[in-house]
């Protein structure tokens, strides 16, 4: 982990440490709350400026999900000085798509990024609607990947921060066992 995203993280409420529900219904003792990284905009713009200069002249825009994403592709974008783009959810729910007059061309190089990465499954809908362009993905940058670094998209990950949270199915949670107050997320 590194230790001065960690401070921050920390010190601005993000990184929280307790008894915690996913999201998934599994319990955890750690907690990153993405939306108290982006109402920060100095934390969210150097955490995005260190995906900037790790992707240095390799992508010809950036991209993100609705909501988190958005924010961060702007960001990222504007230290590259390349346009942001925004994939958002088909009105079938199944995948993401480029709307809204977005142009990604064939053979474009499209950087995807997004706030946490837990199992990744916002990231691969981004990538798949990357390539159903034509496009080719550059890489994956993210503030937090809170999997260890266990998630391959078989394009270069970075993340600003990498966190191994540890997490048990309800029943075997033992911070219910000794009685530790439940937050749910």
């Not at 529900?21 to 599994?26: E, K, T």
């Not at 079938?92 to 809204?100: A, L, P, Q, S």
């Not at 499954?121 to 362009?133: C, F, H, L, N």
Request: hydrophobic share 40%; aromatic share 6%; proline share 4%.
């Amino acid at each position: 982990m590194n230790s001065k995203t960690e401070a921050l993280l920390r010190e601005r409420g993000a990184l929280l440490s307790g008894h915690f529900q996913l999201a998934s219904g599994r319990h955890a003792d750690t907690y990153i709350e993405k939306f108290r990284i982006l109402q920060w905009p100095d934390l969210t713009e150097s955490l995005c400026r260190e995906i900037a200069e790790h992707f240095a002249e390799q992508a010809d825009a950036v991209a993100g999900p609705t909501t988190g994403g958005i924010i961060l592709a702007y960001e990222t974008a504007r230290h590259m000085k390349l346009p942001s783009l925004i994939a958002e959810k088909r009105e079938d729910e199944k995948g993401r798509e480029f709307r809204r007059g977005f142009e990604v061309n064939p053979e474009d190089r499209i950087l995807v990024v997004d706030d946490v990465l837990t199992t990744g499954g916002s990231i691969r809908e981004v990538i798949d609607a990357v390539r159903e362009r034509g496009a080719i993905v550059a890489g994956v940058g993210v503030l937090v990947d809170r999997s260890g670094g266990r998630t391959d998209f078989g394009v270069p990950l970075f993340a600003c921060m990498t966190v191994d949270v540890a997490s048990w199915p309800p029943e075997e949670c033992t911070l219910c066992a000794r009685g530790v107050p439940l937050t749910i997320t």
